[in-house]
């Protein structure tokens, strides 16, 4: 049963109308008539009993959207993955490297996008795809590094969630990425703002429920980048991150930041065993 639909004034949830219930959402996702995606499944045991289940964002999603994603002609996000296919072979810097020179193909690197973010120990910290990304392109090609948030990464983190898609998520949280998980823990469940909102506010106690015209999902990232209807291009984790919080009217933290690496990395473990299903579409 559909549950009430929300508005915010001067920092409180309000309950208004019920929201229409969405037809299709318990049909099965399946891209291309062969991918399979798990798109419901019980809640990690880290998540001590706040959500019994994870949902995908796909199943809030209208038959329409969920449709466009089904397959690979009609998701316009599959432009940026081909952008990124024509990037991955082309040389640049000083190296005369491209990304084919050391890895095969992109699909040498299915599995990739499940584990990220993740501890790099060379590095003493935890690194996202685009920190492993950028790393490639200074250290091995002597190329410039990409902007986080850039057209160039957004492609191409699209083409390495493409060649993992149906691939259970499996973000490591334990031994040294534990701080950090706590540290993403901890700020998903600090309220910002003059509406004093935190992330878990949204997506944990209110998820499918309409926020004014919006309807809340359980802010899953297994499939970013995502394709938004609205801003008719990818976007990132991270650039999300920041407008919500800038929707809480708070100072929001900056794309790539170790607050956001940190809330990346908490929130995808909440999706262990969700399926990576990027690049998606939604509204």
């Not at 790099?120 to 250290?139: K, S």
């Not at 291009?233 to 929707?247: A, E, K, T």
Request: glycine fraction near 8%.
């Amino acid at each position: 049963m559909r549950k009430a639909a929300l508005h915010v004034a001067a920092g409180v949830l309000t309950l208004a109308a019920a929201a229409p219930a969405l037809a299709g959402e318990n049909d099965p996702l399946i891209i291309n008539g062969q991918i399979e995606i798990t798109t419901r499944t019980a809640a990690p045991a880290h998540l001590d009993g706040h959500l019994s289940e994870i949902r995908s964002g796909w199943t809030f999603r209208t038959d329409e959207t969920q449709v466009m994603q089904m397959d690979d002609f009609d998701n316009p996000a599959m432009i940026y993955v081909d952008a990124a296919t024509d990037a991955w072979n082309t040389v640049e810097g000083s190296a005369d490297k491209s990304c084919a020179s050391c890895h095969e193909g992109p699909e040498s690197l299915a599995g990739f996008r499940a584990t990220t973010p993740k501890w790099n120990a060379e590095a003493g910290a935890v690194w996202t795809q685009e920190m492993y990304v950028n790393n490639c392109r200074t250290e091995r090609m002597g190329a410039e590094a990409w902007d986080w948030n850039g057209q160039d990464m957004r492609n191409m983190t699209a083409l390495l969630a493409s060649v993992s898609r149906g691939m259970p998520v499996n973000v490591a949280i334990d031994g040294p990425a534990a701080e950090t998980w706590e540290k993403g823990r901890e700020m998903y469940y600090t309220r910002f703002g003059q509406l004093e909102l935190s992330c878990a506010n949204c997506h944990e106690d209110n998820y499918d429920n309409l926020i004014r015209a919006d309807h809340l999902s359980q802010g899953q990232i297994n499939a970013f980048p995502a394709y938004r209807l609205k801003d008719t291009n990818l976007v990132s984790v991270h650039n999300r991150f920041r407008g919500c919080i800038r929707d809480t009217r708070a100072a929001t933290f900056a794309v790539g930041s170790p607050e956001f690496i940190a809330l990346e990395l908490y929130v995808a473990s909440r999706g262990n065993g969700l399926s990576v299903e990027g690049p998606s579409v939604r509204n």
